[in-house]
């Protein structure tokens, strides 16, 4: 019985801790959009915001990268997205160099926002499940940063 005790209470502390490490890691895994045109995340511990999407309906995890030309997807998530490889490119990342392909995701949505046709990558190099959110999307957002919280509001050529 002191076993089995002891084992809930264990267990009980992991889902705790994982709890509080996922929220401190991915403070927006659980955003809630409130009505209105914007769109405000928190910064995660490691400096980045990351925050939950869909790309042509499938759910994803998007890091905001204002360094990426494109939408940047890891390549093995490419048929799962209903993403097809278009002509090779190169891209320089901070890794080097390397072959991307070129794609067009029919619909990719955040928040309360929802673009067609963006352009973007398949990228073989990229290990992780994020997509890297580049210009090809931040391009039409305005952006309003104050400490740990990032405000995102359409320009006026963004669908709402």
Same mark, same amino acid.
Do not use: C, W
């Given at each position: 019985?002191?076993?089995?005790?002891?084992?809930?209470? @264990?267990?009980?502390?992991?889902?705790?801790?994982?709890?509080?490490?996922?929220?401190?890691?991915?403070?927006?895994?659980?955003?809630?959009?409130?009505?209105?045109?914007?769109?405000?995340?928190?910064?995660?511990?490691?400096? *980045?915001?990351?925050?939950?999407?869909?790309?042509?309906?499938?759910?994803? =995890?998007?890091?905001?990268?204002?360094?990426?030309?494109?939408? =940047?997807?890891?390549?093995?998530?490419?048929? $799962?997205?209903?993403? %097809?490889?278009?002509?090779?490119?190169?891209?320089? #990342?901070?890794?080097?160099?390397?072959? #991307? *392909?070129? $794609?067009?995701?029919? =619909?990719?949505?955040?928040?309360?926002?929802?673009?067609?046709?963006?352009?973007?990558?398949?990228?073989?190099?990229?290990?992780?499940?994020?997509?890297?959110?580049?210009? =090809?999307? @931040?391009? *039409?957002?305005?952006? #309003?940063? %104050?400490?740990? #919280? @990032?405000?995102?509001?359409?320009?006026?050529?963004?669908?709402?």
């Amino acid at each position: 019985m002191a076993l089995a005790a002891s084992l809930l209470l @264990l267990g009980m502390f992991y889902l705790y801790f994982e709890n509080s490490l996922q929220a401190r890691d991915n403070p927006n895994r659980a955003l809630q959009v409130a009505p209105g045109a914007e769109l405000v995340l928190k910064r995660s511990r490691d400096g *980045h915001y990351v925050f939950p999407g869909e790309i042509n309906g499938q759910p994803v =995890s998007f890091l905001l990268d204002t360094g990426a030309t494109l939408v =940047s997807v890891p390549s093995r998530l490419g048929d $799962t997205l209903g993403l %097809r490889p278009g002509a090779p490119m190169q891209a320089v #990342t901070a890794n080097g160099t390397v072959t #991307t *392909h070129v $794609t067009r995701i029919e =619909s990719l949505a955040f928040g309360p926002f929802e673009l067609r046709g963006v352009p973007a990558s398949l990228n073989p190099g990229m290990r992780g499940e994020q997509i890297l959110l580049g210009m =090809s999307v @931040l391009k *039409h957002l305005e952006f #309003t940063q %104050r400490g740990d #919280t @990032l405000v995102l509001r359409p320009l006026n050529d963004l669908e709402k």
